[in-house]
């Protein structure tokens, strides 16, 4: 370990060092030891959605849980008997453990605007069917 202070996040991609008159004198051995520090992150799942272009991206894994919701036509099923079957205009039925990404593209498949997109999802994180921040821009 390094000491207090010697360490500290500037943003989410970088860490300022501060190499005090201590660590100076032996400034190798500092990078040597910063360089085997094991790094954690975690990441917070989210689904960003733009309503204005309809594009969709994700950020981390995403399990769906077991739900059924209803909006603007389209029927979104996880989980239960039969959801293995390809989207059709108003049904999307995906499997217990499916990641969201499917389901994305089955959404898109059956014709879903990017509002009804937005609303889907937001019912399906209500309901526990998936746990991850949803953003709309």
């Given at each position: 370990t390094f000491g207090a202070g010697v360490a500290a996040v500037v943003d989410p991609g970088t860490v300022g060092l501060n190499a005090s008159a201590s660590t100076a004198d032996n400034i190798f051995e500092l990078f040597a030891g910063i360089d085997s520090l094991p790094i954690n992150t975690q990441t917070t799942p989210r689904i960003i959605v733009n309503?204005?272009?309809?594009?969709?991206?994700t950020v981390g894994t995403i399990i769906l849980r077991p739900a059924s919701i209803v909006h603007a036509g389209i029927t979104v099923t996880i989980g239960g008997a039969g959801t293995q079957g390809p989207p059709?205009?108003?049904?999307?039925?995906?499997?217990?453990?499916?990641?969201?990404?499917?389901?994305?593209?089955?959404l898109h498949i059956a014709g879903a605007r990017p509002s009804e997109i937005a609303t889907i999802l937001q019912m399906l994180r209500a309901a526990g069917a998936l746990s991850a921040e949803i953003i709309i821009q």
């Open positions: 309503r204005a272009n309809g594009s969709v991206g059709t205009a108003g049904l999307i039925e995906r499997p217990e453990g499916a990641d969201v990404r499917d389901l994305l593209a089955g």
